[in-house]
Every structure is written in structure tokens, then in C-alpha cells.
């Protein structure tokens, strides 16, 4: 094949055709068509799994990866920590207690989960409470650290007493009254999620032990924070094995599965739907090349008669539609991350904190998504340039060189 034919040929058919500008104009729009899909598709996975990985990001701090639990009211007990400590030297493991409660400040009252916990274990395993704790001397065992939104609440402030209401009761003469105790606030902290930031409570293990009369070293449960949860999890459950009728163990993906998998639809019915831009831009490549082919019908006719190859000739046309095709995705990759970088850094989109957790856009491109692009969108560019070649190959040239 005559590579230097076919180069030649294909750059002079790129040049604007003054005698049929709606060809060269339907090849601009495919262009302009296709570098706008492409860039539209990597900024809307960027959004869509950088939104993702935020929310993944809240959950696994407040939720955790792994959380070993007891059935049938069993306790987990200071035994079973140390065990799991010792076989699992790659994991934090951080024992909990935990309570429904009413908080009550300065005749303001609101509803909250409070946990149990050994601040020293649990900073490891939780940076937002660790963060909070920063600024903290000493926790003792009646101290607790809430939420943001408890905080703003109650008008709580540093050493101020509030009293706790729990679920459990006491008997009180003829009746029944829930338990009480007055708590010293220490400090809070702020997750991003107003779900939590409105409900959690920290407050030491000994401190619910005593309240909710539980037997010393014995715990609810125990979070693990893992490098690897889906795996760690079956090596977790293969070591409860024995013991699968009184433990077991829980992942941040099964506690909140159906909303991970929801915006997991949503991204690949997005992605689809986004490929069709493409695909109609793709629309506008066989049009023009169509037209190509048949403004040119003396022009292909003449270098098939002076022993041009049908294989030249097709590879004219669909070099012509795959330089336009990649041309398009080339400045669409281009435009895609500049409009990744200029959202990341300026303020040009504020989103409301309190239901998506952060105020700036999230954007995370992932290597999956971004060969996933640009693998469909050469595919779309082949196919659709496809056609037009073939359909060059097959003008009677005898018949276009007599009649034209």
C-alpha cells in the first residue's frame, strides 16, 4: 500500500472545500461534536466518583470499615479483642458501647446515639474525633465530646454540665424513670455529615459500663479499621468460625449497600447517556464523509484506474474519519482536565455542606473511567468510519468515468 498516496490524499481533503463548504462544516461540527462529548463524559465520572469517594470517605470514619458484633445479646468481651489484636497485627481494632440518649442543656433538648469508647484506641481508628481531641488535655470518665450540631444546639460551652437521659430505666417508687446522669462537655467535632454531626455523642467505656450496669471489659462490639475490608472481612469470619453462633462481623459496604449501589447505577446509566453525545457527533463523521465520497466520485474513479488498490482507497476515507474522530477526542481529553483543574481551584460551583458534606466540588477522575472513554469513544470513531469507506470502494468506474 502507497502510504505517502494515502497521507497525501487525506490532507487535502482536510483542507476546507470552498466548492462544497457544507461538507468541511459537517466535518467541524463532528469534530467540535466529539471534543464535546468527550470532555462533558470525563468531567461528569470525575463528579460522579469524586462525590462518591467523598461520601465513602464520611462513612468509613463515622461507620468503619469492619465492625465485629455479638448475636443474641452475647457481649464482646476484653478476651476476644486481644485475640483478634494478636492474630491481626495489620489491623486497629477499637471496642464500643452504645446507647440511645436525650440531651438536655440550659432548657434545650435534643435526640442523640451516644458511644462508649477508649478515646486512646478510638483516636487511631476515627481522625475526626482524633482531631478533636487535639485539643484536649485529659478525658475522664463522665467527659463527653458531641457534634457540631449538638453543640450549636444547646449553646454548649468548655466544663458547661448537661444532663443525659437513656433509654434504660429505673425503678422509681410505683413507676418507671428512664436513667439519668450529668456529663461534663469537652469539646466536639465536625464530620461534614449533619446526620452525625446532629446525633453522635463520645463518652468514655467505663463510663456506660457503670450507667448501662455491664460487666467490666465486656463491649457491645468492636470497630477494625483494615487496609483491605473486603478481604480482611472473610479472614475475620474464618477466625470466628467456632464462635459464628455468638460473633460476628459487618462491612461498611453491607451497612450501606443500597445507597452506594444506587449511585453506582446512577454513574453507569450516566455514562451511557453521555456516550450517545458521541454517538450523534459520530453521526455528523459518516455525513461528511459520505458526502466526501460522493464529491469525489470522479476523483476515486480516476486513481482506480491508474492502479490505486480498493485497499488504498479505503484506507484514504477511513483515515480521513479516524483523524477527525481522534482530532476530537485529543482537544476533548485536553478540555476535559482543564475544566477538572479550573473547578478544582476556583469557586465557581458551591455546594450546600450540610447535604453533601463538603462545600467544593469533589473530582476524582479514575484510570477505569478515563480508558473506558477513550475506548468507546475510538470504537464509535472506527465504526463510524467504517461505512463510508467501504461504500468508496464500490463506485463502477467505468460508469463515473464515462458519464462524469
Not at 32 to 48: D, E, N, R, W, Y
Not at 173 to 202: E, Q
Amino acid at each position: 500500500m502507497n502510504k505517502q498516496l494515502v497521507n497525501f490524499i487525506v490532507k487535502q481533503y482536510l483542507k476546507y472545500d470552498h466548492k462544497n463548504p457544507f461538507i468541511s462544516i459537517s466535518a467541524i461540527l463532528a469534530f467540535i461534536g466529539v471534543a464535546v462529548g468527550v470532555m462533558v463524559l470525563i468531567v461528569s465520572m470525575a463528579i460522579m466518583n469524586g462525590t462518591s469517594n467523598e461520601f465513602k470517605d464520611k462513612l468509613f470514619t463515622m461507620n468503619y470499615p469492619l465492625t465485629v458484633y455479638g448475636k443474641f445479646d452475647n457481649v464482646v468481651n476484653k478476651d476476644l479483642l486481644q485475640k483478634l489484636e494478636k492474630h491481626f497485627p495489620n489491623m486497629t481494632f477499637s471496642p464500643y458501647l452504645s446507647s440511645q440518649v436525650m440531651i438536655q442543656s440550659q432548657g434545650q433538648m435534643s435526640g442523640g446515639m451516644i458511644f462508649g469508647v477508649d478515646f486512646q484506641k478510638e483516636k487511631k481508628i476515627n481522625k475526626i474525633l482524633a482531631k478533636s481531641l487535639n485539643n484536649i488535655d485529659d478525658i475522664h470518665k463522665y467527659d463527653i465530646i458531641v457534634g457540631e450540631g449538638i453543640k450549636n444546639n444547646l449553646s454548649l460551652f468548655q466544663s458547661q454540665k448537661a444532663t443525659l437521659y437513656f433509654t434504660t430505666l429505673n425503678p422509681s417508687g410505683f413507676s418507671m424513670m428512664p436513667k439519668m446522669k450529668r456529663f461534663v462537655y469537652k469539646g466536639s467535632f465536625k464530620s461534614g455529615l449533619t446526620a452525625y454531626d446532629n446525633a453522635y455523642i463520645y463518652t468514655t467505656t467505663k463510663a456506660l459500663q457503670t450507667i448501662l450496669k455491664k460487666p467490666k471489659n465486656s463491649y457491645e462490639g468492636i470497630h477494625i479499621l483494615s487496609p483491605n475490608p473486603m478481604e480482611d472481612i472473610k479472614k475475620i469470619k474464618q477466625f470466628l468460625k467456632q464462635d459464628s453462633d455468638l460473633f460476628g462481623v459487618i462491612g461498611w459496604w453491607q451497612q450501606n449497600g443500597n445507597f452506594f449501589s444506587a449511585m453506582a447505577l446512577e454513574k453507569e446509566a450516566l455514562f451511557l447517556v453521555l456516550m450517545l453525545i458521541i454517538l450523534i457527533a459520530s453521526l455528523n463523521i459518516i455525513s461528511s464523509l459520505l458526502m466526501t465520497v460522493m464529491s469525489r466520485r470522479k476523483e476515486i474513479a480516476l486513481l482506480l484506474s491508474m492502479g490505486a488498490t480498493t485497499k488504498e482507497v479505503k484506507s484514504i476515507f477511513l483515515k480521513l474519519g479516524i483523524t477527525i474522530g481522534l482530532g476530537g477526542i485529543i482537544v476533548g481529553v485536553c478540555l476535559g482536565f482543564t475544566s477538572m483543574y479550573i473547578l478544582s481551584n476556583f469557586d465557581i460551583i458551591s455546594l450546600p455542606a450540610d447535604v453533601y458534606g463538603t462545600s467544593k466540588l469533589p473530582l476524582a477522575l479514575s484510570a477505569t473511567d478515563f480508558v473506558s472513554i477513550i475506548v468507546g469513544s475510538i470504537i464509535i470513531v472506527l465504526l463510524s468510519s467504517y461505512y463510508p469507506s467501504y461504500k468508496a470502494t464500490k463506485i463502477d468506474v467505468l460508469e463515473v468515468l464515462r458519464n462524469e
